[in-house]
Structures are given as C-alpha cells and as structure tokens.
C-alpha cells in the first residue's frame, strides 16, 4: 500500500504489515489501518511511528514502554482484548505514545493508555488501563542517559 506520509514523504508498506484497529485508537475511530514505521536514519532510536494508512498526515510517535519502565505491566481486562485474538509472549507487542512538544527536554510518554498489537493476525487496541500509571512520564533525560550509556560501551 502506498501513503504520502506528512513524516517520511510517499512510502510504500507491504500489506502484511499494516495492523487494523477495528475501533480506530482513541480520538481518532475513524483511521483503522496503521504501519509501525522506523526512520532509517535514526536506527538507534528508540521512538518509531504509528503512522495511518487512511491519513497520510497522521502520525504518532511510539515506543516499547519497557525501554523507560521496565516492569511495565498494566492490568488489561481480558475482554477487552478478545478482539485481538490469542495473546501469548511471543505474539504481543506493546506500544505507548510518546508526546514530543517545543521543549523537547518535556518529552513524555503515555503509560495510561497502552497500544497492544497481536502481531501474528495483526490486529491492534489502544486501551486506558485502571492501573496508577500516569499519563505523562517525562523520559528526555532517562533516553539521554540510556544513550550516553550506549556510547561508552562502544
């Protein structure tokens, strides 16, 4: 499938690894079709792209939550996540959204409300967990640690 991405210009996804949300992501019901995109020119990124397959200008950042909480591990009711199918280790993938403003050292992420993906039907949610997870987890000096860390080990 080809979209005309606001982010990365016209890319092409192979239709294997689009990932459907049948009830859209929260705010948004009406985009269903989405592609996790990386930046090649950031490989060592931590942050990819949720990006729309409907809407070529809309665009989320996300990452692994366990990259800044490691035992991130929200209590999702079974019942929501039917819909995707069965979940195992091997098969779930778990997304937060990362909120980037003009002052980037106020970057944060969404703990409060998980993207989960069963990566071999390809089928997605966005749930808001009851857990006390907040909504917005400032990481900028948690990744500039984790990258300075990185750099010393090379």
Do not use: H
């Not at 995109?37 to 397959?53: A, G, H, T």
């Not at 809309?58 to 692994?64: G, I, K």
């Amino acid at each position: 499938m080809l979209v005309e991405s606001k982010v990365f210009g016209e890319i092409e996804v192979d239709d294997a690894k689009i990932v459907t949300f049948e009830d859209g992501i929260i705010g948004f019901p009406d985009l269903k079709n989405f592609a996790i995109i990386y930046d090649e020119d950031k490989k060592d990124s931590k942050i990819s792209w949720l990006q729309s397959m409907d809407e070529g200008d809309f665009a989320l950042p996300v990452m692994n939550p366990t990259v800044i909480e490691a035992n991130y591990d929200p209590y999702v009711e079974d019942e929501l996540l039917k819909p995707l199918g069965e979940l195992n280790a091997g098969n779930l993938c778990v997304l937060v959204v990362v909120k980037v403003p003009s002052d980037i050292k106020k970057m944060s992420i969404n703990l409060k409300a998980p993207i989960v993906i069963n990566v071999d039907n390809r089928k997605g949610i966005q749930v808001i967990v009851e857990d006390d997870y907040p909504v917005r987890k400032e990481i900028y000096g948690m990744l500039k640690e984790a990258k300075e860390k990185a750099q010393e080990g090379k």
